[in-house]
């Protein structure tokens, strides 16, 4: 997940044989006939993509790269494969040169499409013999493929060159052209081959290895952009895939410290010349690589640096800083203009307390941007208080971030509801469109797969799951979610007890739920100990159902602050996530604990490290939030005198994460023969409560071996009688 952030404050073969003879044969037919006078070679150098390829050597954009005969594409050994060229913008096709390679098609169809989605059949051929095909085609269309229907040989499909014929229709609106930033003060708009486009994207969170997958669903939304924030060799099938279904991309360059403050580590923007020039040179590099490819809509810089750089610097120094970075922003976007005048530069911040740096020091900025969440309204208003003449987009915003929002009876962030997560997308879409002629437009956070404890606050498709959130930004684009099956409504969520769990044992949690298509649901609980140990992964808990929406959840046996989660699934893609904090605390023990304040000794303790002092009498004092910690090796050992022979029934040990996987219980009645009265070699931290029967002053723990690769370390060493 990338940081999330507010305008206001802040809290990532070759086929496999060689068919030289048959090759030798047809390299006598690989050059096509010349294009008449009329006929332009319209598919050279575009952007292309195809149903698979045998190898990266074997890539679609092999077939239009002009090489006739020293590269190829060539697909797996199926019939049902298809190669296709963008070509940027509507055309009238005349006519399409297939240059095969010895695996050439049998039958196939020649396919036009005006958005990459729709098709017809332009031209069949039911008796291919390899060499060249020169197709006579008649048809317009921006999107030309080859839809393969039966191979010829036990290959696949391999062409040399795909070349497709026509006439661009240059006054046909559609998303080929430059992209300009037009108009005047207070009345612009971003216009894509002279024909106005408004923003309405998303920032792209799946891996680019699977765009060609999410990309349809991200059309069916409406979407007609994403935002990335790296743009390097490996993006360029994200940007294929875009194109592909006629969706722009917002290409980012990284700069630190991006993503919050101080995230990526620092630079010093008034000396480091050796980091500015390696940067530039690097981002130029495929701004030159990318800036024709039809998907570019615009270039972004850095990513909320500005406000980062506080986490860095300070004072007068801060300033001098947040002065050298903006002037640094700004030969990138003029080093930028020199090699791509057609599309624009921006550079994103999450802070309106950035623009005025970027007002003084980046005046070749075409517009700014923005990430905002809860305050996304206030945007507005800084924008109109601040005097500015550049309009902007909003890069990130959805619903209030856990930086927004007041904290629970637990004392942690108190997650929004499915419902309010919703509902602050629509919010964000309405402030962004309220600032007509200024906002062009907002790409959302975030269209991501990660399901996990950002992925549930932020993520539209969670493990592929559609949200009330992803039908809300659907509803935003495209004016209407009519027809579509909808997630299950998750409300009035309550744990019980929310604040005192035992460990191990079983809590409460319930949940009013239903289906607007009256779909049965499947019901899934989850754990989420992020604030517990920053461990963010979502759990399977050990839960049961005892009916009217009621579910018994087994607590872990880590003590801290637990997010727990009721996943209502519909069996149609979508799911409805609520989710509650529960605290765990130790599991009660009867008795008086006869360690409590007692004189408590050990073999080492840690003086100065993280939060220590971690002394001894730590781990008597009743309090779970401080810890006795040992030095890291093995054995160690630590003791309690309870003052005289006391009759002992249990023990309980509160373990931090440096837990011991071996140790013995002995007691002893003048601290120096001892006794063993338990024994454990699979000890797994959290907390142990340990039944022993024995009368003595002194219990001790001897420690043999550690669980991590620290010492040990316990928050609460309770001896009960």
């Not at 160690?636 to 002992?648: A, N, P, Y």
Request: net charge negative.
């Amino acid at each position: 997940m990338h940081p999330h952030r507010t305008s206001r404050r802040r809290r990532h073969a070759a086929c496999l044989v060689s068919l030289g003879a048959l090759l030798a044969e047809s390299v006598t037919t690989l050059t096509a006939a010349p294009a008449t006078a009329a006929e332009t070679l319209l598919s050279q150098g575009r952007s292309a993509t195809a149903s698979s390829s045998e190898g990266a050597a074997f890539a679609a954009s092999a077939a239009v790269d002009g090489n006739l005969t020293g590269t190829r594409w060539a697909s797996q050994w199926t019939d049902d494969q298809w190669l296709q060229v963008d070509l940027g913008t509507s055309a009238d096709i005349s006519r399409v040169v297939l240059t095969w390679e010895a695996a050439y098609g049998k039958a196939y169809d020649i396919q036009l499409s005006d958005n990459g989605t729709d098709w017809h059949t332009a031209k069949s051929v039911t008796a291919g013999d390899g060499g060249t095909d020169d197709l006579a085609v008649s048809g317009t269309g921006r999107y030309v493929r080859l839809k393969g229907i039966t191979r010829a040989t036990g290959y696949g499909y391999s062409l040399w060159e795909f070349q497709v014929y026509g006439n661009s229709d240059t006054t046909q609106p559609g998303p080929g052209g430059a992209v300009r930033v037009t108009g005047s003060q207070g009345d612009w708009q971003l216009t894509v081959g002279g024909q106005p486009y408004t923003v309405k994207g998303v920032t792209w969170g799946p891996a680019i290895a699977d765009a060609a997958r999410h990309m349809p669903d991200v059309k069916s939304m409406g979407v007609n952009t994403v935002r990335t924030w790296g743009t390097d060799g490996g993006t360029e099938p994200l940007l294929d895939a875009a194109a592909a279904h006629g969706i722009r991309v917002i290409n980012g360059f990284w700069l630190q410290p991006g993503g919050g403050p101080g995230s990526g580590g620092c630079v010093n923007y008034v000396t480091d010349t050796a980091y500015k020039t390696n940067v530039l040179a690097e981002f130029a590099k495929w701004v030159e690589t990318y800036k024709s490819h039809p998907a570019t809509l615009m270039w972004n810089v850095g990513n909320e640096s500005v406000l980062g750089l506080q986490n860095c610097y300070s004072g007068s120094e801060l300033e001098a800083q947040r002065d050298a970075y903006t002037s640094f922003v700004n030969d990138v976007a003029k080093k930028i203009h020199s090699i791509d005048p057609d599309h624009p530069v921006t550079s994103t911040d999450a802070w309106t307390g950035a623009w005025p740096y970027y007002k003084r020091n980046a005046p070749d900025l075409d517009l700014y941007s923005m990430n905002s969440y809860g305050d996304i309204c206030g945007v507005r208003q800084d924008w109109e208080e601040g005097g500015y003449s550049k309009p902007y987009i909003v890069t990130e915003t959805g619903p209030a971030g856990e930086w927004e929002v007041p904290d629970d009876a637990n004392g942690v962030p108190d997650e929004p509801t499915d419902v309010q997560k919703a509902e602050g997308y629509t919010k964000a879409w309405d402030c962004v469109t309220g600032h007509d002629g200024v906002a062009l437009g907002a790409t959302v956070f975030h269209y991501g797969v990660e399901h996990d404890f950002g992925g549930v606050w932020f993520n539209l498709v969670p493990d592929g799951l559609k949200r009330l959130s992803y039908y809300a930004v659907k509803k935003a684009y495209t004016g209407s979610t009519a027809g579509d099956n909808t997630p299950p409504v998750v409300t009035g969520m309550t744990v019980s007890p929310a604040g005192s769990a035992p460990a191990g044992g079983e809590f409460t949690v319930r949940a009013d739920v239903r289906d607007p298509d009256g779909d049965a649901i499947t019901y899934k609980i989850f754990l989420s100990g992020n604030y517990a140990g920053g461990d963010k992964r979502l759990v399977e808990a050990e839960w049961r159902a005892t009916g009217n929406g009621t579910f018994a959840v087994t607590a872990p046996e880590r003590l801290g602050v637990w997010k727990v989660y009721v996943q209502a699934e519909d069996g149609h893609g979508n799911a409805g996530i609520e989710t509650r904090s529960v605290k765990v605390v130790a599991p009660p023990v009867t008795g008086t604990d006869l360690a409590l304040n007692r004189p408590t000794t050990a073999s080492s303790f840690q003086a100065s490290y993280g939060d220590c002092p971690c002394t001894p009498q730590n781990a008597t004092d009743g309090n779970p939030t401080t810890r006795w910690a040992s030095d890291w090796s093995d054995p160690q050992w630590l003791q309690v005198d309870l003052g005289s022979v006391r009759s002992i029934r249990r023990l309980q040990l509160v373990w931090d994460p440096a837990y011991a996987k071996a140790y013995e219980v002995r007691v002893s009645d003048d601290g120096t023969n001892w006794r063993t009265v338990h024994t454990t070699t699979t000890g797994n931290g959290d907390v142990d409560t340990v039944d022993v029967a024995a009368d003595a002053r002194h219990v001790r723990l001897q420690l043999t071996a550690r669980g991590t690769g620290w010492g040990y370390s316990l928050h609460e060493f309770g001896v009960y009688g």
